[in-house]
């Protein structure tokens, strides 16, 4: 089995900043990319950023510019830099890990979600 952890989300008032960790463990033979999705009430899950082996990153749309991802592939982990909030922003934020057990697997894993909330 493969846990995820997060860490980091809270509370922040508009314009702040706030930076998230997910650290990956278990049964990992590789990770072939590590990320965060967001859900806010009412809304589908959404991309906030993606992150390769290979340091390709993708992000969502409504986070470029403000949000930046990055990993450390030695330690599983996964960050997420977070800067100009917006009310808009406040959702439970998922980390996910795409991860092979052994050779010519693969698996999504998902962590168990962190609050972020943008408020005054």
């Known amino acids: 089995q493969v846990q995820l952890v997060e860490s980091g989300g809270g509370l922040v008032q508009p314009g702040g900043s706030l930076r998230l960790s997910c650290a990956a463990s278990g049964s990992i033979f590789s990770i072939y990319a590590m990320g965060w999705y967001r859900q806010a009430p009412g809304k589908q899950r959404e991309l906030v950023a993606t992150?390769?082996?290979?340091?390709?990153?993708n992000y969502g749309d409504s986070v470029k510019g403000r949000f930046t991802g990055s990993r450390d592939i030695a330690k599983n982990t996964v960050y997420l830099e977070m800067n100009s909030l917006k009310p808009e922003d406040t959702a439970v934020y998922y980390c996910n890990a795409r991860v092979a057990r052994y050779v010519g697997d693969r698996y999504d894993y998902w962590g168990q979600g962190t609050q972020v909330t943008v408020s005054s």
């Open positions: 992150i390769t082996n290979g340091g390709s990153t």
